[in-house]
């Protein structure tokens, strides 16, 4: 087995997993893990190309770091967003957050 | 300087536009601007007269149709710029007092600047087409002014009131007035319109301008020779006279003026002297020395230069004989206005006849300036006169003289201006109509013109000995019991009918010296525009003129007679009933009736008759069955409607609609789902890449 194809198989595996979360889950801090799920998937996509390409590019390290700190940014307000709602509404059941329904 | 000729019609016509925003301020500055206006306009026209070059000052108006807007400088249309313009600007100032205290000031002064203007540019225009349009411009404002009171008051009504003719009530409210002046003007301009459009459809190359029309004359292919080879030249020549024919009231087209008397006296004063009714005689004297020529070529310069002569003559008897019934002031100036018009067309017919074209052209432009001059200034007293005995029958003043002597004098020497009398200026200008007549040979015209004379001394001395002469009327004395003393004008109205009056002795006496000059300068006129017509001087003084001014003082002598015995040594009693000539006279030969007989009831007639045989006996019958086919088909295609279209129309709808309803069903607002559709999207994108772009 090539080694790139271990990484994607890795790679599919998180991202197959963050959109069951996604999909299957109605608690909202579960939902954030798997959204955490899918940028890490795409961030070991991305520095498996940079690495295994020839000669090995160091941007897939310097992107992939940029991802990290903006997912780390996106998970801050995502749980202040969750805490507030919590706070409000005492459930997190993202289904009944529909006071902003149209 | 070739700004300054322009500049003689703007102003006017910017004072106009700008009345309105001068009215912001306050009433004092609107009058006093348009004043200003109408000052600047003579200024102008004065020192263009003097100091810029005889020219046709041109500027692009259209290029694709190579149409230059211009004004032409030459001795003619400077000689009469300065006369409408000055006399224009003292009926304004005249007008600052008499109008003092009547509604409707801006409207007032913005259509009287306006009639400046538009006469103005008339005058100075160098083509047929600008022309036309301030000859327009002069009618429009001419309606505005003759019914300014259009609320139709009985005091500015004119005729006597319960008065008729042939079944035709004889007095007119204002707004009636100025309708019957922009109509009866109307027919003449239709025909100068015609006639106009002739000439420049068969000018070649295609041209409005006067200088280029004359200069076309005398070459193969011109315009008159294309006109004369269809014979159109004659009627051409006479559709173009139908249009001074309304605009200066003459036969049979005169019967507005008199009753344009409705409007203020000021704007009467305005349409007599300056403008208006001398547009038509200008007009004449512009194109008549380029018709003359293009006439002469084809022999054909009797018919067209008769029937002015002719029209002018009849006009002239005819006026004057209804001027000698008249019972309101302003009536017998009116028909003295009409009268003196058609000794100017007189003339300027007879210049064609005779050998000697340049003595009855002159002396018709001279006698449009003596007019104007002796014409403005009674008009301008008759207005105070009118004003301070509050009415404009001339029986119900009386004795006048004494309470005002100034404007007494004034009258009588515009008055004898007006007769004939030497040493005024109307006696030489006159005089010279007459003998022009007399030495083209024209000797029937020559005596209808000393007929006129004799009427004219009458009628003007009647007009005096019954207004300022005797004993007060009742109504004055009513006046004086009520307190309302009956006084001198105030300076601003008393000034310009005195000062035009006293021109009208100055220019008389004067006659001698500058005659000859002006005469020399008006035939500068011809030099620019048809040189060819430089043909005969001035005869000079010789017996035969000696016996024929005898002829016509001692004629006037005798009207003047006969009118102060009746009417300075009599007191005047209005006569209660008009029969046999004086009331044939009395109702204007019957021609106004006439014509409301035929055109007015004519066509109200029609009108009915059409209602009752078109309308009522053929539609009205004809309805039912029309009506009922018109029902069957509407229901016919009702059912259509429904049955074709509307099921159309309906099915688009529910397919809409349902295509909708599945639409909304993605629209769940859940996110899972939206989450499911993105990922299977995905992996339907992959499975196309992988498997579609991937095998090639």
């Given amino acids: ?102 | 300087m070739t700004i300054l000729p322009w500049l003689i019609w703007t102003l006017p016509i910017a004072g106009a536009i700008l009345t309105p925003l001068f009215a912001k301020f306050h009433g004092l500055v609107r009058d006093y601007a348009a004043v200003a206006f109408s000052l600047g306009a003579a200024v102008a026209a004065t020192i263009t007269a003097f100091t810029v070059a005889s020219s046709d000052y041109q500027i692009p108006w259209v290029p694709q149709l190579n149409l230059n807007a211009g004004v032409l400088v030459d001795p003619l249309s400077m000689f009469l710029v300065n006369i409408v313009a000055w006399i224009s600007f003292l009926i304004m100032v005249y007008s600052l007092q008499y109008m003092k205290k009547e509604f409707g000031l801006t409207r007032y002064w913005f259509f009287m600047n306006l009639f400046i203007g538009n006469m103005l540019l008339l005058v100075l225009a160098d083509n047929l087409l600008m022309m036309f349009f301030g000859w327009e411009g002069v009618g429009l404002c001419s309606y505005a002014l003759i019914g300014h009171f259009y609320h139709d008051e009985p005091e500015h009504w004119v005729g006597t009131p319960g008065d008729s003719a042939l079944g035709v009530p004889q007095a007119y409210p204002p707004s009636h007035a100025g309708m019957k002046a922009f109509i009866m003007t109307r027919i003449g301009d239709i025909a100068l319109l015609i006639a106009i459009f002739l000439i420049f459809a068969t000018s070649t190359p295609r041209t409005f301008n006067y200088v280029e029309l004359a200069s076309q004359l005398g070459k193969t292919g011109s315009w008159a020779s294309t006109l004369a080879r269809f014979g159109l030249l004659v009627p051409t020549a006479l559709l173009f006279f139908g249009g001074p024919v309304g605009k200066s009231a003459q036969f049979p087209l005169q019967e507005w003026l008199p009753d344009a008397m409705a409007g203020p006296t000021s704007v009467s004063a305005l349409i007599h002297a300056a403008t208006m009714v001398k547009a038509g005689v200008f007009l004449v004297g512009r194109m008549g020395p380029i018709f003359f020529l293009a006439l002469l070529e084809f022999n054909q310069v009797t018919p067209f230069f008769g029937t002015v002569a002719w029209v002018g003559a009849f006009t002239a008897f005819l006026a004057a004989t209804q001027a000698s019934v008249a019972r309101e002031i302003k009536k017998v100036l009116a028909y003295s206005t009409v009268s003196q018009i058609g000794y100017m067309m007189m003339a300027l017919g007879v210049a064609g006849l005779s050998a000697n074209f340049l003595a009855g052209y002159s002396a018709g432009l001279l006698q449009l300036m003596s007019h104007a001059i002796f014409k403005a200034s009674l008009f301008l007293a008759a207005g105070w006169v009118i004003h301070a005995t509050e009415s404009r029958f001339m029986d119900q003043m009386g004795g006048l003289a004494k309470a005002m002597r100034l404007t007494s004098v004034s009258m009588l020497l515009a008055g004898l201006s007006l007769m004939g009398i030497p040493p005024f200026s109307g006696f030489w200008t006159k005089d010279a109509i007459l003998s022009a007549a007399f030495q083209g040979s024209e000797y029937l015209l020559y005596a209808i013109g000393l007929a006129t004379v004799l009427l004219t001394a009458f009628y003007t001395t009647r007009m005096l000995g019954i207004t300022f002469a005797g004993k007060p009327s009742a109504n004055v004395e009513d006046l004086e019991k009520q307190g309302k003393h009956v006084h001198e004008a105030g300076l601003l109205m008393l000034v310009p009918y005195l000062a035009l009056a006293i021109a009208s002795l100055g220019l008389g006496l004067l006659y001698p010296l500058y005659s000859g000059p002006l005469t020399n300068y008006l035939m500068g006129t011809f030099q620019y525009l048809t040189p060819t017509l430089l043909l005969g001087a001035n005869p000079g003084f010789s017996i035969t003129d000696a016996v024929l001014f005898a002829a016509s003082t001692g004629l006037a002598a005798v009207g003047f007679a006969i009118g102060y015995l009746r009417y300075f040594r009599r007191p005047y009693q209005a006569p209660s009933q008009m029969k046999g000539l004086v009331g044939f006279l009395w109702h204007r030969w019957y021609i106004d009736a006439i014509y409301y007989r035929i055109f007015v009831e004519g066509l109200t007639k029609m009108s009915r008759g059409l209602y009752r045989y078109v309308e009522q006996g053929i539609w009205d019958k004809l309805s039912p069955t029309i009506a009922r086919d018109v029902i069957d088909y509407t229901t016919a295609s009702g059912s259509l409607d429904s049955s074709v279209v509307d099921r159309g129309v309906n099915d688009v709808a529910r397919a809409g609609s349902r295509f909708s309803n599945l639409l909304r069903r993605f629209q769940s607002g859940v996110t899972e789902q939206y989450v499911i559709t993105f990922a299977i999207g995905i992996i339907l994108l992959l499975i196309y890449m992988i498997f579609v772009i991937g095998a090639r």
Avoid at chain 1, 64 to 69: E, G, K, N, R, S
Avoid at chain 1, 71 to 91: K, Q
């Fill in chain 1, 1 to 102: 087995m090539e080694p790139i194809t271990s990484f994607f198989a890795v790679s599919v595996i998180l991202l197959g997993i963050g959109i069951y979360g996604l999909t299957t889950k109605r608690n909202a801090i579960r939902i954030l893990f798997s959204i955490e799920l899918i940028y890490n998937a795409a961030n070991l996509n991305i520095i498996a190309f940079a690495r295994l390409s020839s000669p090995p590019l160091v941007t897939g390290q310097v992107l992939v770091l940029f991802t990290i700190a903006l997912a780390a940014m996106e998970a801050a307000v995502g749980l202040a967003i969750v805490m507030l709602v919590s706070r409000l509404n005492v459930d997190i059941d993202l289904r009944k957050l529909t006071r902003l329904r149209g």
